[in-house]
């Protein structure tokens, strides 16, 4: 388990150990061999089904549909660190109180099954080294399985899954997919952030990879981390220690129902952006797939100069205001396909902004307000209750509107992590990422701004710290073969 | 407006349905016509007004009264008749939307619901001939049941000249990639893999196969042979390559709705065996089509919820593959947006008076499922003289939805 405390622990001792070590140059390039599969570490929270990293790893371990084939990657993956499991042994009662409870901590002979009917006592359930009825199911830990099947070591430490159990760098590639789990939950913050490890298990590789003069492509599932400054410093890092870093989520590379993308250096005046889902998480990803079609504007990405989230009624008012443009958002919303209200009753059509039906629909609707330091102004409306899918439409100057639905293919498939998944594999082979991770980066902050925003009352906020720049990538990068 | 500045007239519609209720295609298709529906990136109002509707079996459930009362132009008729005249004695609409999917009626002896898209066509004909002036005519998916009819259909248009447009969504909906058959390629052999059972789905399979294929080149040929399997014989053509494993593959790493074999994962290609536990019932109907390509529909109900095509073209490296998206209102959506694209083709056809892709295609497709049901119960290979004849230009332009 890594909590903060041990992290501070560990990254004090390595950081001293290497002081006076000269840093080497990483050694990029050795496993170019085409024959020789890629050695794949992977460190996520929660092995679960329908978990981010069970959908993800396993593409890794079984292939995934790609370019009309099944795709099986050049990668073998050789370790997988999960947290859960190291959290549920800290958690569970130590040598110490079972000792002073009078329980051996050995496993026990499975019990005979009682009578039918009868429920076991209390006391016959309290059996902490036997995964429950449901822990054995579907819903369970399937690392163990996994790792069993595919031959991967199954690690109890993040050093020691870069390592493979030697005592150096035994992988050539790191997938993280960090994400909470519901057993054994990471804490909030006042904001309601979750405060999920992904720079501390970031940090762990970076000093593996420092002390070892080492660094391999390590690719980060969606936001860097809660905090703008943790994520900035990783992408320092990564550029100090000259190893590829790729982030983000699956909208931006998913397919797109049609098929198009802001053309290389339009003039965009305005995006309107819809989605579902809760603060602090699927507003992420429709952030930076907002990000990936707004960034290809006419100068490239210039950074963000004030962010306000608002809700409630004032989302609407700011539609009035002009705020955020009505047209838009009809045009958005005619990419969808899951208009909620009278169409669930009897299948009409509606035309949710027309009929003025949104503001009965939308409870509790949420506006994220984005400025862009060159007059661009782009707006994530959170509108559970009225559809059900992520849509966009954006105004060019001198152009009709630009719009579509990004496509999220239902569970247990998920295709469009597949997309993703393609993107990553990419990274690893030619050690180059298909995109900046400076997109994730300011989505990061987008996404850390609009919260404290929200938390400051739902005030308008300055972000000086936010004048990310970029350039995006000249060739569309969603899925479109 | 015309170009001379004067107000185009909006065409009136008759619509002719079997059951107006929720989420069947009836509800779909006119409800687009009178409600509108999201078009090429705005909320999109048709040029046209539908100004009288028949509806065959009514009962608990119909929405049409609802839809009548906010769209009082929309005229509830008894007959068909009255319909199309509006009781004026004669033809009184510039277009007719029949939408005879749905409903109950009786099955036919080889077990094919007797629906009546030809009856409604007798009696809608019979106006056009009596009235001297015939209309483009919309029909949803099949002809008609019964072959001779469906071909008679066909022969009624050409013979009173008006454009009869109609078919499966399947071959106008979105494309996941966004692809398009080239134009006048050589193409060996084509596969389809869906869901649903014979006399339903197998109809949108069929579609699915023969919207890509009729591009090739040299158009369509007719079909000279078709053999159904099911059951063993399934899997034993399956195995012996009968049609390709390849494109089967190909066909599956399209779908985004692949049953994992192994329910500890989300997203895995199955075994063959994983396969046959999935799939109790699976059917294929293979066809020869005249110049050589092989053709195989395949309805692999229980492990797809969706409908995907490959192809082996000449001069490209691996399979041609594609899926044919209906974002379906089973739960993953709530509107059955793939009607949009029927709807929007469809008064293509009202405002130009002219059909926006061959009923032949349709006729073919017809045809097809009338013998495949034939093979099933026959437990043959059957040569198909009727569909040998079924030949046909494709229009160039694509007409899937890609906007």
């Known amino acids: 388990m890594l909590t903060r405390r041990r992290f501070v622990g560990y990254s004090a001792l390595s950081s001293s150990m290497l002081a006076c070590t000269p840093l080497m140059r990483s050694t990029f390039g050795q496993t170019s061999s085409k024959q020789r599969p890629l050695r794949l570490a992977i460190l996520g929270s929660t092995y679960r089904r329908g978990s981010n990293l069970q959908t993800i790893a396993d593409r890794f371990l079984v292939g995934y549909p790609y370019q009309g084939d099944w795709h099986m990657p050049n990668v073998q993956v050789v370790s997988v660190y999960v947290d859960e499991r190291i959290r549920r042994a800290t958690a569970a009662p130590n040598e110490f109180q079972l000792a002073i409870t009078g329980r051996a901590r050995r496993p026990q002979a499975p019990k005979p099954a009682p009578p039918n009917g009868a429920k076991p006592t209390p006391d016959e359930r309290w059996e902490p080294m036997a995964p429950s009825s449901e822990e054995q199911g579907l819903a369970s830990d399937l690392s163990p399985a996994r790792a069993q099947q595919f031959g991967f070591r199954l690690c109890h430490n993040i050093p020691e899954a870069l390592r493979c159990g030697g005592d150096r760098i035994a992988v050539d590639a790191v997938l993280t997919v960090i994400e909470q789990c519901s057993d054994y939950p990471y804490p909030s913050n006042d904001r309601g952030q979750i405060l999920l490890p992904r720079y501390d298990f970031f940090q762990q590789c970076a000093q593996v990879f420092e002390a070892e003069k080492r660094a391999v492509p390590y690719f980060n599932h969606k936001q860097l981390s809660f905090s703008f400054s943790e994520a900035q410093s990783m992408v320092k890092t990564s550029e100090r220690l000259k190893f590829p870093l790729m982030a983000g989520s699956s909208m931006p590379v998913t397919w797109r129902l049609p098929d198009v993308d802001i053309p290389l250096g339009a003039r965009v005046q305005e995006a309107v952006m819809v989605g579902v889902g809760g603060m602090d998480d699927t507003d992420f990803d429709a952030l930076e797939a907002m990000q990936c079609m707004v960034e290809r504007r006419k100068g490239g990405e210039t950074g963000v100069k004030a962010v306000q989230l608002l809700e409630g009624d004032d989302v609407w008012e700011a539609g009035k205001a002009g705020r955020w443009s009505k047209d838009l958002l009809t045009s958005a919303l005619s990419r969808s396909d899951t208009p909620l209200g009278l169409t669930l009753l009897d299948g009409r059509n509606q035309d949710l902004v027309g009929d003025g039906a949104l503001p009965q629909l939308v409870k509790d609707p949420a506006a994220y307000c984005i400025e862009y330091t060159d007059g661009t102004k782009a707006t994530l409306l959170m509108l559970n209750g009225a559809i059900r899918d992520f849509n966009i439409s954006a105004r060019l100057a001198g152009q009709d509107l630009i719009s579509t639905q990004f496509f999220m293919p239902p569970a247990p498939n998920e295709t469009y992590s597949a997309c993703l998944a393609a993107k990553i594999d990419q990274m690893y082979q030619t050690r180059a990422t298909p995109y900046p991770v400076q997109r994730t980066l300011l989505t990061t902050g987008l996404l850390e701004a609009c919260l404290k925003s929200r938390h400051h009352l739902n005030q308008r906020l300055e972000t000086p710290h936010l004048m990310e720049s970029y350039q995006p990538p000249a060739e569309s990068k969603h899925v479109r073969t | ?403």
């Open chain 2, 1 to 403: 407006m015309a170009p001379n500045g004067t107000p185009i007239k909006r065409p009136r519609l008759a619509a002719v349905v079997t059951s107006y209720k929720k989420y069947l295609h009836p509800q779909h298709v006119v409800d687009r016509f009178l409600d509108g529906y999201g078009w090429n990136g705005t909320y999109h109002h048709s040029e046209m007004d539908v100004v009288s509707l028949y509806v065959d079996q009514r009962g608990e459930g119909d929405l049409f009264q609802e839809r009548a009362a906010r769209h009082p132009g929309m005229k509830i008729c008894t007959t068909i008749e009255e319909a199309l005249t509006l009781g004026t004695g004669k033809l009184a609409v510039d277009g007719v939307v029949v939408v005879a999917e749905h409903g109950v009626y009786p099955l036919s002896e080889n077990g094919i619901m007797m629906r009546p898209h030809y009856e409604f066509f007798e009696q809608i004909t019979k106006v056009f001939r009596a009235s001297g002036r015939s209309v483009p005519y919309f029909n949803d998916k099949e002809l008609s049941w019964n072959w001779d009819w469906s071909k008679k259909m066909v022969d009624v248009s050409h013979e009173l000249n008006f454009p009869l447009q109609g078919g499966s969504s399947l071959a106008v909906t979105w494309r996941v990639p966004s692809v398009e058959f080239p134009l006048g390629a050589t193409a060996k052999e084509a596969v389809s893999v869906g869901y649903g059972g014979m006399g339903s789905y197998d109809f949108h399979g069929l579609e699915t196969i023969q919207c890509m294929v009729e591009r090739r080149k040299g158009g369509e040929t007719g079909v000279e042979w078709l053999q159904t399997y099911r059951g063993d014989k399934f899997w034993k053509a399956h195995q012996d390559g009968v049609w390709s494993q390849a494109l089967v593959k190909a066909a599956l790493s399209r779908s985004a709705t692949l049953r994992p074999g192994d329910p500890t994962f989300t997203d895995i290609f199955p075994t063959i065996e994983q396969m046959k536990a999935m799939v109790p019932d699976p059917v294929a109907y293979q066809y020869q089509h005249r110049e050589g390509l092989l053709s195989t529909m395949i309805l692999m109900n229980g492990m797809v919820r969706d409908f995907t095509f490959a192809a082996t073209i000449d001069g490209q490296p691996k399979p041609f593959s594609t899926q044919m998206y209906l974002p379906m209102p089973d739960g993953r959506t709530t509107l059955a947006s793939f009607f949009s694209p029927l709807v929007y083709n469809a008064e293509q056809m009202f405002l130009t008076g002219k059909a926006q892709y061959p009923i032949e295609r349709t006729l073919l497709t017809s045809g097809l499922l009338i013998a495949a049901i034939d093979s099933d119960r026959k437990g043959q290979r059957l040569q198909t003289p009727n569909l040998a004849a079924v030949t046909y230009q494709p229009n160039p332009k694509s007409t899937y939805w890609r906007s």
